[in-house]
């Protein structure tokens, strides 16, 4: 029995939840899903699942929101916090930080879960990236949301078709 708990502990730990742009610039539709994200994160944080938060900044002058080093880009107050994983990226996907694919690949993460806040943008596109890298990749239909939210269950059949898993905060594993 002991031999078994520890060989689920180390496939836990080849897992990371990963939140994507809960920042205090996207106001739009996350207090929906902030509860179900916190959620989200006490069952990694019991599961041994590495809690990643991903930051997005605009480097571009013409874009007003996300603007590095502005209390916008910073993570959202009532965002649970339970790790220093915290990655900035200045493109769409989370796989564009250096140092976030440094953390997958020193930590062996194979398998992701997505929450985050844009299903058409940024959310899609960590999706895409992880996928053609031969990850898997699992999306929490009840932790996503867009500034469209008549696109979410699109979004979601597109993500199924590229070959992610949709699941629910009560589909996840223990």
Not at 90 to 117: C, D, I, P
Request: glycine share 4%; with cysteine; hydrophobic share 35%.
């Amino acid at each position: 029995m002991e031999k078994q708990s520890y060989q689920l502990k180390k496939e836990m730990q080849n897992k990371a939840l990963v939140i994507i742009d809960i920042q205090n610039d996207i106001t739009k539709n996350y207090k929906e899903i902030i509860d179900n994200i916190n959620s989200a994160v006490d069952w990694a944080f019991e599961n041994d699942v590495h809690v990643v938060y991903i930051r997005h900044e605009y480097l571009s002058e013409k874009i007003k929101k996300f603007k590095p080093n502005t209390y916008g880009s910073e993570l959202a107050l009532d965002l649970k916090m339970v790790s220093n994983n915290i990655f900035t990226k200045t493109q769409g996907s989370a796989l564009s930080s250096e140092a976030f694919v440094n953390f997958v690949e020193s930590n062996q993460v194979k398998e992701f879960f997505l929450v985050g806040a844009d299903a058409i943008a940024c959310v899609k596109t960590t999706n895409n990236g992880m996928l053609k890298s031969g990850y898997k990749v699992n999306v929490l239909s009840d932790c996503i949301t867009s500034y469209d939210k008549r696109k979410v269950d699109e979004m979601l059949n597109y993500y199924k078709k590229k070959g992610s898993e949709i699941i629910t905060l009560n589909e996840l594993p223990h």
